[in-house]
Every structure is written in structure tokens, then in C-alpha cells.
């Protein structure tokens, strides 16, 4: 049934210099449609939704452009430190992995002879140390939680075996994570101090050198994040302490206890690049590491020496690759964030441009409607 409204026949048609008649006339009598016609209150409430509507699409947009500017800012941080991190980690690399061949080779030397080392002894394990490297800082994707997760399942893993363990975390995001987890054996929090130096590495080694040197820990098993390249990096874990191949360091029952991850990298070329190899350590084969070397001194003396620059190396080495693989992590994801927010941006702009152009046809309508008034 059509709905019309009687009054438009009945009211005199005003003169055009009548305003408020006519201004009256476009709310009591709009023009006729096939439903019923709404009340004044209806339409002051629908444009006020639309005005409030707006003005929060509004500033959404505002605050997603503030966001941006945030995210954009510090990815080109990230950025800019990531390359001198991974310098810093490419160069830092040959050293290390050849100390370690050198000090393999005179180990296997010094047992060949029955010269025994307090650093290279190999004891049953009853306790295990582990030193869990993380970022000082969050916004940086799932690196923390990686390391954090690889931190659980190996403990988890060493219980299994009945074996008692202890935790030196490093960086603070790990440090909260431990220090809320009261059921767990930590040794010691250790704060970052961005980039990494062969200071801070010393109050490491040097935390690490007592536990294992006082026989309170068996084994020390180092957990880090490893650099691969600027969009992929896995946590790894490394044995530091005792110097021994892999598959020697046993529990009391003669069971292995090192880590199956357990990987040895080494830096060649290949085609006039620089690459970097992959060995597991049980595959190792340990007559390339045997040569046959003269030593002026004792083979125990020169290891005695050449320790505690192994221990500073590899724990240097390790901070290096986690914070590159931190900075790495980072740009990735303010990348991403900054991506979305373009992307959010562009949504919120199209919604606000439909609501704006809404409001803009009711006001047409609503001027159409009084002109139709006025016939």
C-alpha cells in the first residue's frame, strides 16, 4: 500500500521569502517514498552516527600514519646497524672456527701423550650448564621465542635423562623470562649491552671458566641464534666446554648427553665465494684433524694458554650472530609492520571516502526533499 501524506494538500504553499516555513515544511512534510515517512529525531540521529563515524575513521588514519612513521623509522635503524653486525660476524668467523681446529688438534695431541688439561677432562655428566643468549629488546618477530623454546625443549630433554641443570641467561628479554619461572636453576642474569664486545664476553667466559673449573657443572652447552643471512637464522646449540668431539661427553651411565642439533661450520669458497659448511659432528672425521705438529713447549701448557681465548672467541662469536640475527629479525619485521599499516591506511581511507560520500547523498536528499516540499 503506498503511504502519502495528506498534509501537503491542505497547507498553503508559502511565500519564498519565508524561510523558517519553509525550513519546517522540509522536516514535517519530505518528500513522499513507499514506506513511512521517519521522524525528525531519526534523521538528526542518523547524521550524527555518520559525523561521529567519521571522525573516528579519521583519527584511525591519523594514528596509523603516526605508526608508520614509527615502524618505518626503526627498520631503517635496524638497517643501518645490521651490516656493520654482519660484518662483524663474517669477519669473526675464520678465527674462531680455526682456533677451535688448532686446539682439537693439540687436545687429541695432549691424549695421545696422557697429558691431561682442567678445561678438556671429561667427566661423567651429572649437571649440565647452559647459556641462553636472547635480544635486549622485543619487536622483533618470534626471535626471543625461538630461543626461548629451544631453551625449554632442551631442558625438558635433560630431565629426561636425570640429569640436573643449570641456566646463565644473557639479555634481558631472556632474564624476565627466567626470573618469572621460579621453578628453574638459574645461575645468573646477565644484561646485553647492544653491540657486542670482547668485555662483555670476558664476564661470560669468566662466569663459565669457575662453574666448570669447581666441578659444580660437567658440561657447559652454549644456545644462541646463528646468522645465516638476512632473512633466515636458526637457534643452534653449541658445546663449549669440554673441548671433545662430539658423542664423548657422557652421564654417569655411559649415555650421550650432547645435543642432536650439534653442528660444526666452516667457512671455504667455492667459485670465488664465500660459503659456509655444514658438518654434523658425529660425521666428523677425525684423522683430518690429526697432524703431525712438533711443539717447543708443552702441549699442556700451550692449551692452558690458548683456553681462555677459546672460551672469549666462541662466546663473542655467539653474542655476534645473535645480535645480527636480532637487528635481521627486526627489519623484517618493522618491514612487515610498515606494509600492513600502508595497507590498513588504504582500507580506512576507502571506508571513511564511503561514509563521507553517505553523508553527502542524505544531504541531498534532504535538500530534494524540501525543494519537492516547496512544489
Known amino acids: 500500500m503506498f503511504c502519502s501524506n495528506f498534509s501537503t494538500g491542505i497547507i498553503p504553499k508559502p511565500s519564498l521569502h519565508n524561510f523558517d516555513s519553509i525550513s519546517s515544511q522540509s522536516q514535517l512534510t519530505p518528500f513522499p517514498i513507499f514506506c513511512p515517512t521517519p521522524s525528525p529525531r531519526t534523521h538528526l540521529s542518523h547524521f550524527s552516527s555518520i559525523r561521529n563515524g567519521l ?12 605508526t608508520q612513521k614509527v615502524t618505518e623509522a626503526m627498520k631503517l635503524v635496524a638497517a643501518a646497524k645490521v651490516r656493520r653486525a ?8 675464520p678465527f674462531a672456527e680455526t682456533l677451535v681446529d688448532v686446539l682439537y688438534t693439540i687436545n687429541e695431541q695432549c691424549q695421545l701423550d696422557d697429558v691431561e688439561t ?3 677432562v671429561i667427566r661423567p655428566v651429572k649437571k649440565v650448564a647452559l647459556v641462553v643468549i636472547t635480544g635486549d629488546k622485543g619487536l622483533c618477530g618470534g626471535f626471543n621465542n625461538f630461543v626461548l623454546k629451544k631453551a625449554e625443549a632442551r631442558i625438558t630433554e635433560l630431565k629426561n635423562l636425570g640429569l640436573d641443570y643449570t641456566v646463565i641467561s644473557i639479555g634481558r628479554k631472556g632474564n624476565g623470562y627466567f626470573r618469572r619461572r621460579v621453578n628453574m636453576n638459574v645461575d645468573s642474569l646477565i644484561e646485553g649491552y647492544g653491540f657486542p664486545t670482547t668485555k662483555e664476553a670476558q664476564v661470560i667466559a669468566d662466569d663459565v671458566f669457575s662453574l666448570f673449573l669447581s666441578e659444580e657443572v660437567d658440561k657447559v652447552e652454549l644456545l644462541y641464534t646463528k646468522f645465516v643471512s638476512l632473512i633466515k637464522s636458526n637457534p643452534v646449540i653449541h658445546n663449549l666446554l669440554p673441548l671433545s668431539a662430539k658423542g664423548e661427553a657422557c652421564d654417569v651411565n655411559g649415555k650421550s648427553v ?4 650439534d653442528e660444526f661450520f666452516r667457512l671455504t669458497t667455492k667459485m670465488g665465494k664465500l660459503i659456509v659448511e655444514r658438518e654434523n659432528g658425529k ?20 692449551l692452558d694458554a690458548l683456553m681462555p ?24 619485521a618493522m618491514s612487515n609492520a610498515t606494509d600492513n599499516a600502508v595497507e590498513l591506511k588504504k582500507s580506512l581511507s576507502m571506508a571513511y571516502n564511503r561514509k563521507r560520500q553517505e553523508k553527502i547523498t542524505n544531504e541531498l536528499l534532504e535538500i530534494v526533499a524540501g525543494a519537492e516540499a516547496l512544489r
Do not use: H
Not at 283 to 302: C, H, R, T, V, W
Open 55 to 66: 571522525r573516528e575513521i579519521r583519527e584511525r588514519i591519523e594514528s596509523v600514519k603516526n
Open 86 to 93: 654482519q660484518e662483524a660476524v663474517i669477519n669473526g668467523r
Open 118 to 120: 682442567p678445561l678438556t
Open 258 to 261: 650432547d645435543a642432536s642439533e
Open 283 to 302: 660425521g666428523m672425521n677425525k684423522s683430518k684433524m690429526l697432524l703431525n705438529y712438533q711443539f717447543e713447549q708443552d702441549p699442556a701448557n700451550i
Open 309 to 332: 681465548l677459546y672460551l672469549n672467541s666462541q662466546i663473542l662469536r655467539a653474542l655476534q650472530e645473535s645480535y645480527a640475527s636480532e637487528l635481521a629479525a627486526r627489519m623484517n
